[in-house]
């Protein structure tokens, strides 16, 4: 069990700063909306100061309520130092981790990594949130997480990085699809075929807008999802192709039921896969172990030895 000592109200106003509303911070919290109200009310009732903007789009952070939101952040990462501190004292690897990770880690690396810390350290308590990469990184500077292992994550010089590799993007396809006797592809050819998009809730969608957004009007035939896990199903239905990096389909590829095939466009870019920490909390024997496993499966799972980080 780790250590929560941020006060209620503090993870109060944090929650509505990011949700937007106290209704909302009321379903994520399963607190009343009363009682978030109250609190709030109370802090700005000392402070003589509004802490958030109120109107019918919903709540923002006024200046004042960015400072405070500030205080609750500082006094999130004291704590997640002082409790690394304490398990690090006992000199027993033992305690709770918790893991940001993306959907498309969700039947390859994480299990494998879970598996990994219950063999070795099984007096380790693991939690694990599959969230978007801005909410990995997000989550690990503020405390909220260990480390994350995060695609395209901006360079920060809170964040300390573990591990580094950038993939290629290509087509996923099944083995008795058309496009799979192919050596390359380029985007022309791909959105000839039925293609699964991701949505603009993942990271690699954001980047192709970016340069090749006219693929998502030219391509015959389409569908748009928010889960990698889900696009690589409606891949694997045989019917729809996709654009994704090797690493995301890496347990279906090394299994034979999707074929990578890489695509010929000379301005794709590459996806970056990260293990990143918080530079600012001290690492327990235990972490360092865990992220020494998580690099080991990352370095198995690309089957390369060399490493940008």
Same mark, same amino acid.
């Given at each position: 069990?780790?250590?929560?000592?941020?006060?209620?109200s503090l993870q109060y106003i944090e929650q509505v700063a990011q949700r937007g509303?106290?209704?909302?911070?009321?379903?994520?919290?399963?607190?009343?909306?009363?009682?978030?109200?109250?609190? +709030?009310?109370?802090?700005?009732?000392?402070?003589?100061?509004?802490?958030?903007?109120?109107?019918?789009?919903?709540?923002?952070?006024?200046?004042?309520?960015?400072?405070?939101?500030?205080?609750? &952040?500082?006094?999130?990462?004291?704590?997640?130092?002082?409790?690394?501190?304490?398990?690090?004292?006992?000199?027993?690897?033992?305690?709770?981790?918790?893991?940001?990770?993306?959907?498309?880690?969700?039947?390859?690396?994480?299990?494998?990594?879970?598996?990994?810390?219950?063999?070795?350290?099984?007096?380790?308590?693991?939690?694990?949130?599959?969230?978007?990469?801005?909410?990995?990184?997000?989550?690990?500077?503020?405390?909220?997480?260990?480390?994350?292992?995060?695609?395209?994550?901006?360079?920060?010089?809170?964040?300390?990085?573990?591990?580094?590799?950038?993939?290629?993007?290509?087509? +996923?396809?099944?083995?008795?699809?058309?496009?799979?006797?192919?050596? &390359?592809?380029?985007?022309?050819?791909?959105?000839?075929?039925?293609?699964?998009?991701?949505?603009?809730?993942?990271?690699?969608?954001?980047?192709?807008?970016?340069?090749?957004?006219?693929?998502?009007?030219?391509a015959a035939r389409s569908v748009v999802v928010n889960s990698i896990q889900l696009?690589?199903?409606?891949?694997?239905?045989?019917?729809?192709?996709?654009?994704?990096?090797?690493?995301?389909?890496?347990?279906? +590829?090394?299994?034979?039921?999707?074929?990578?095939?890489?695509?010929?466009?000379?301005?794709?870019?590459?996806?970056?896969?990260?293990?990143?920490?918080?530079?600012?909390?001290?690492?327990?024997?235990?972490?360092?172990?865990?992220?020494?496993?998580?690099?080991?499966?990352?370095? &198995?799972?690309?089957? &390369?030895?060399?490493?940008?980080?």
């Amino acid at each position: 069990m780790s250590l929560h000592l941020v006060p209620r109200s503090l993870q109060y106003i944090e929650q509505v700063a990011q949700r937007g509303s106290i209704q909302a911070a009321s379903r994520e919290l399963g607190i009343s909306a009363s009682a978030i109200h109250r609190q +709030i009310t109370t802090i700005e009732d000392t402070l003589g100061e509004m802490l958030f903007e109120r109107d019918a789009n919903g709540m923002t952070l006024t200046p004042a309520g960015r400072l405070v939101l500030d205080l609750a &952040r500082d006094w999130r990462l004291d704590n997640a130092r002082l409790w690394t501190v304490i398990q690090a004292n006992r000199g027993v690897e033992h305690g709770h981790i918790r893991i940001a990770a993306m959907d498309s880690m969700v039947n390859g690396f994480i299990p494998e990594l879970v598996d990994n810390i219950a063999r070795n350290l099984p007096r380790v308590q693991v939690e694990i949130e599959i969230t978007s990469p801005d909410g990995a990184a997000k989550g690990v500077l503020s405390g909220n997480f260990d480390f994350a292992a995060v695609a395209n994550v901006a360079p920060h010089e809170n964040l300390k990085l573990h591990w580094s590799r950038k993939f290629p993007l290509g087509c +996923i396809a099944t083995p008795d699809h058309p496009v799979a006797s192919m050596e &390359r592809i380029g985007l022309i050819e791909f959105v000839s075929h039925p293609v699964v998009f991701q949505s603009a809730a993942l990271s690699i969608r954001k980047l192709l807008e970016a340069r090749h957004g006219w693929i998502f009007d030219r391509a015959a035939r389409s569908v748009v999802v928010n889960s990698i896990q889900l696009m690589k199903l409606l891949v694997l239905s045989g019917e729809y192709i996709a654009v994704t990096s090797e690493l995301d389909a890496g347990p279906e +590829i090394m299994s034979g039921r999707l074929k990578f095939i890489p695509i010929t466009d000379e301005d794709t870019f590459r996806q970056t896969i990260s293990v990143v920490s918080n530079a600012q909390i001290p690492e327990s024997t235990a972490n360092r172990k865990i992220f020494a496993m998580a690099v080991q499966i990352l370095e &198995r799972l690309t089957g &390369r030895a060399d490493c940008e980080g």
